[in-house]
């Protein structure tokens, strides 16, 4: 079967290049998305995922990520994840190394450490900057501040595999969790049917679960 990698917004070019690598050489679409997301979620230029993302209304950046197995339905997630700038692969250990499907904040924090995830700060210069200007009442939420990565990957033996991982909206409430950690919210995949993933602003993707209704 020929391989197949689908990324949302101009930056999952980039995201898209390890994914590729990964697939085309027999790898699995598992694998391809958690690499292939990561790309974004460590780019400081990318607001709107991981590291460099807009932090919540406190100043704190808390980040949504999941991942979708279709061979299994195995699903894996982690929401208000702070200090970890690789959220996807937690998601995925959550899936893999817990019986639990989700895991929220302080104690996906642990979790990761657990795993050997180091931690940084994630908020950036530029990132506190524009929540700073939005704190005085100068600007308003950036346009780009619900501009998700979602992944769909399709490997050489017909699996597919789904991810989506976001900082969430700009600037959003301490605490609030978007569409993009939901199983058949932000991401849905099932080999039988297909995978979907989702961007924009989550509160309208998840009242009607997006993805699983797509696929
Ligand atoms: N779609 C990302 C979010 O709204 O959090």
Redesign the pocket.
């Known amino acids: 079967m020929s391989e197949i990698v689908v990324s949302t917004w101009a930056f999952g070019e980039r995201a898209n290049v390890p994914a590729w690598e990964i697939l085309k050489t027999g790898g699995s679409a598992l694998d391809a998305v958690v690499a292939g997301v990561s790309v974004a979620e460590k780019d400081p230029e990318v607001k709107?995922v991981g590291y460099g993302g807009y932090p919540n209304a406190d100043g704190e950046v808390e980040v949504?990520a999941a991942v979708m197995d279709g061979r299994n339905l195995g699903y894996g997630s982690v929401v208000a994840l702070k200090n970890i700038d690789v959220p996807t692969a937690v998601a995925r250990d959550v899936m893999e190394k817990t019986d639990h499907v989700m895991l929220a904040g302080e104690g996906a924090l642990a979790f990761g450490r657990s795993q050997g995830y180091s931690e940084r700060e994630m908020l950036t210069d530029g990132s506190r900057k524009a929540w700073e200007e939005w704190k005085a009442g100068r600007s308003g939420r950036p346009t780009d501040s619900?501009?998700?990565i979602g992944m769909v990957a399709l490997d050489q033996s017909g699996d597919i595999a789904a991810a989506?991982t976001?900082?969430?909206?700009g600037f959003?409430m301490k605490g609030?969790?978007?569409?993009?950690p939901l199983i058949g919210s932000?991401l849905y995949a099932d080999n039988e049917v297909g995978a979907a993933a989702?961007?924009?602003?989550?509160?309208e993707?998840a009242r009607v679960c997006g993805s699983f209704l797509i696929v």
């Open positions: 709107s949504d619900h501009d998700t989506c976001t900082s969430g909206l959003k609030r969790v978007g569409d993009s932000g989702a961007t924009g602003r989550g509160e993707i």
